[in-house]
Structure formats: structure tokens, C-alpha cells
């Protein structure tokens, strides 16, 4: 059942889109970039109302461009085969096989039974290990894996300690879940495959002519970035918001280290795992110097990603009853919908460059740039940051890529100091449970409420717009150069 928003939203979209088309284009626009414009509205009204699912909206390109006279369809179509799609479907098949053999949950529980006994270690373990493992494996799957873990954590430090106050217990369990959200989230940031956003900005800058960006360039601004967040959002979640003092029971450690035995030694299947993870983030880290060599000149961040997947349905488990590491039938698990996504939103900014949009865009926005490029870096993360808390972070991001990166042409700066922002802000939505799916998840475990979840994300928020917006004018020249 759609909601009041969604079916306004569902009628709205067309409406708008045919109504610009009836209208005259500007005099100092070409006819295909008007029609761009409207069919971009249309789109852009479905994503942030969610009025038909999101990947239904992404495929409108295929269906609306080539009718409009935006391109053909082999042009319009392109874009879904970008090699940003390809590394990112790689990566959800490492994901599957990491959660398939529940490395991952090994990965946690080493980390959380290796830190001290206060409850703010402890909260510090777990947004540790949410991070790390983030970076490599969906937010949503470390979110639903480190979740039923914490709350057995909440629940054993309100049931055993008796010398902690009722007001420290309740801070304890709202800082440790969501610490585990938002440090999936952060984490997330990281790297190319761990969130939607960073891979669109990579696709986007290839596909509309900026250059490409690496697995490993990204690396270096997008490490920095988790760095920074994550000992901050510790900090402001245990010290300020919810302030934690206390040390945990003999009991907590007792179950941490319970859940870590019962996995029982290391398989054979996880070590193989663990490698081909092992060799796929080495080469992607490392391709800029393998290019160098005789005969990988051609290796590709996209292509290490399919070689690893392919890899992964050729080595044997070990295991009698499962006798390879992937198996086609833990596909569908996949979130192909978003990888359409990812299509659809790139098809839209390539037709805004290739239309003439773009310049146009550029052209009337130019006297922004009397504001100077901090302010208008700021504002980009603070607008996109704060949107993002009510829309699909993806869908936002594709929509505005190609509209920042115009205003960048517009005033002479490099389009990479606007749509690096814009694609990490789209991260940096901390408040609500529609934020995020760890936000979502979190919440619906019962154990928090939306003020506390406003109160806490409000924090985080600023927190992330003032390091972003650094790292932005002052690392991202320097690691891009």
C-alpha cells in the first residue's frame, strides 16, 4: 500500500515531466536538454518520493530517451554496462561468500573478544568491527549480523549488573546499537565497493569524461575519512550524548567468548575465502603498479572484481555437501536492483553532458562561484547530508552528480572538489531510520526511539559535514592530484 507522499509523488512525476515538455525550451538551450531536464524531474521526483521501487525508476532512461530524441537506445543503454557496475557486482559476490562461510562473524567476535572489560570498549570493539567489515561487505549484512550480538550485550548488562544505574544501562544499549549502524555506515565510506554512492561517483566522473578514479586513489581519501569518524562518533556517542563509565560483568566476556568457540576452529573454506578477499583488495590497492607491467596493462578494478567472483565458483570448499565456495543459488541474494540503479543513473548524466545540459547548467549557476569554493563545499554536504535523511542516498546522489559537477565547470574548478562531497555526504545521514537501511535496522530492533536516534544523528551529522568538507579542499587535490 502506497503512502499519501508516494501516490501524490506517482502522478506528480509525469505530470511535471510532460508539462515541461509542452513548454517551450530556454532560447539559450538545445531541445534535447530541455526534454533532459524533463525527464530527469520525472525521475527525480520518483526517487526521492519512492513511488514505484527505485530500480523501476532507473530502467525510465531505456523506456522515455530514445522516444524523446535524448539518444538511441544503444546510447541510452551504455551507461548499465559501466565498469562501475562490474566492480560492484564482484564485490557482493566476495560479500555473499564472506556471509555464506560466516567469516565475517569470526572477523567480529575476534575483534570484540580482544577488547577491554569498560563498557566503552566494548562499544568500541563493536563500531570497530562494524567499520572493518563494512568496507568490504554490504552496510546492511554487518548491521544484521553484529545486531542480534549487541542486543545479547544489552541484554546480559541489564539482567547482571546491579551497581549500574537504570540511566547508564539505557545509554549503553542506545550507544552500542547505534554505534554499530553508523560505524556500518562510516566504514562504508572507505572504499569503492562499500557503499552505493562512492561507486556512482566513480562511474559518473568516467562516463561523463573527468578521468577515472582507482580502488586504491579512492582509498586514499576515503580511509582518512572513516579514520577521522569513527574515534569522533565513538567520543560524542560514549562521552556526550550517552555518556557510558561503567565496566562490564564477567558475564559479557563469558558470552562473547562462548559465541567465539562455538564457531569452532577456522575451516578450510574460510582460509580459502579469506585468500581470494586477501588477493582481490592487494590487486585493486596495488593495480596503478601491476599496469606497469608486461601484460597487465589492461587489468581493471572491474575486472579484478569478476575475476575473484569467477574465482570463487571454481575453488572447491572442502565441504562434502557444498563442494565449491559460491554456488549460483545464493544469487538471488544479490541486490541486483541496485546495480540497475546504478545504470539508470548514469545513463541520466551521461544524456545531461551530452546534451548540452550541463554547459547550460554551468553557464546560469556561474555567479555562485562568487560565494568562493569552501562555501559552496560546505553547502553541497550540508544540503546533500541533510536531504539524504528523507531520500534514497543513491538516488540522491545520481541526481545531483551531474548538477554539481556543472556548477564546478561553471566557475573553473575542478568538478572532482564538488562531486566527492556530494557522493560521501550522501553517507553522512545519521538521524532517521529512512536515513539508512543500518538506521532502519537498528530501530526496528525496539530499543530505540526516533528522538534518541534524531538526538544522537544530529551529531554525527556535523560531525561529518566539517571532516568531509576538509578532506574535500584540502586532501582529495592532494590524493587525486
Known sequence: MKTGYQKVGLWLGPLVGIALLLLPHPEAMSLPAWRTVAAGIWMAI?????????????????????????????????????????????????????????????????????????????????????????????????????????????KIVSETADEVSNEEKHNFQLALLLGIAYSATIGGMSTLVGTAPNALLAGFMKESGFGEIGFGQFMLVGFPLTICMLPLSWFALTRIVFPVNFVTSPETRRVLTEMRADLGPISISEKRVSVVFAMAAFTWMTRPLLNTLPGLSGLSDAGIAMIAAITLFLIPSGQSDDPYLMKWEIMPKLPWGLLLLFGGGLSLASSVTRTGLADWIGNSLIVLGEAGTIVLVVVITTLIAFLTELTSNTATTGTFLPVVAALAIGINVDPLIFTLPAALAASCAFMLPVATPPNAIVYGSGYIRIPEMAKAGLSLNIIGIVILSIIALYLAPVAFG
Open 46 to 154: 520518483w526517487w526521492c518520493t519512492e513511488a514505484v521501487p527505485v530500480a523501476v525508476t532507473a530502467i525510465l532512461p531505456l523506456a522515455l530517451f530514445p522516444l524523446l530524441g535524448i539518444g538511441d537506445i544503444k546510447l541510452v543503454a551504455a551507461p548499465y554496462a559501466n565498469p562501475i557496475i562490474y566492480l560492484f557486482m564482484g564485490g557482493f559476490v566476495i560479500a555473499l561468500a564472506i556471509e555464506r562461510w560466516n567469516l565475517h562473524k569470526r572477523m567480529a567476535l575476534t575483534i570484540l573478544t580482544s577488547v577491554g572489560n569498560s563498557g566503552r570498549s566494548l562499544i568500541a570493539g563493536f563500531m570497530f568491527a562494524s567499520a572493518s567489515i563494512s568496507m568490504w561487505v554490504m552496510n546492511t549484512s554487518t548491521t544484521l549480523m553484529l545486531l542480534p550480538i549487541g542486543v545479547s550485550i544489552v
